[in-house]
Every structure is written in C-alpha cells, then in structure tokens.
C-alpha cells in the first residue's frame, strides 16, 4: 500500500459531499461525548447530583444524565 500524506487523503475525503458530511456529524458526536464527560466529570468534582447540576442549570435531572 502506497503512504499517503494525511492533508491528501483529508482534501480527498472533503471533496466528496458525502464523505465531508459524515465526518462532521462524526465530529459533532464526538466533541458531544467529550463535553458529557467532562461536565459529568466536574460535577463529580463538585459532590453534585445531577438533580443538583439540572437546578443550577435551570433544567430537569434527565437533560443532564
């Protein structure tokens, strides 16, 4: 298999429509799960219940869990 330089296959990938579509829902997703985790991670941090986070919030329990 031939190496290709990443920034090649990146400009290939967001060429194709499709391709660029998947790649930023996939993203989006991603970056989701991180910023779940992190909140989930500093409310730990804090001893708050996620009822506590969803009041602070101005939001209900399952909006934050």
Do not use: C, H, W, Y
């Amino acid at each position: 298999m031939k190496t290709q330089k990443f920034q090649t296959l990146s400009d290939t990938a967001k060429a194709d429509p499709v391709r660029r579509s998947n790649i930023e829902r996939f993203r989006d997703e991603a970056l989701v799960e991180v910023i779940q985790f992190q909140l989930d991670e500093l409310r730990k941090l804090r001893g708050m219940t996620q009822v506590e986070l969803a009041r602070a919030l101005g939001s209900n329990q399952p909006n934050v869990s």
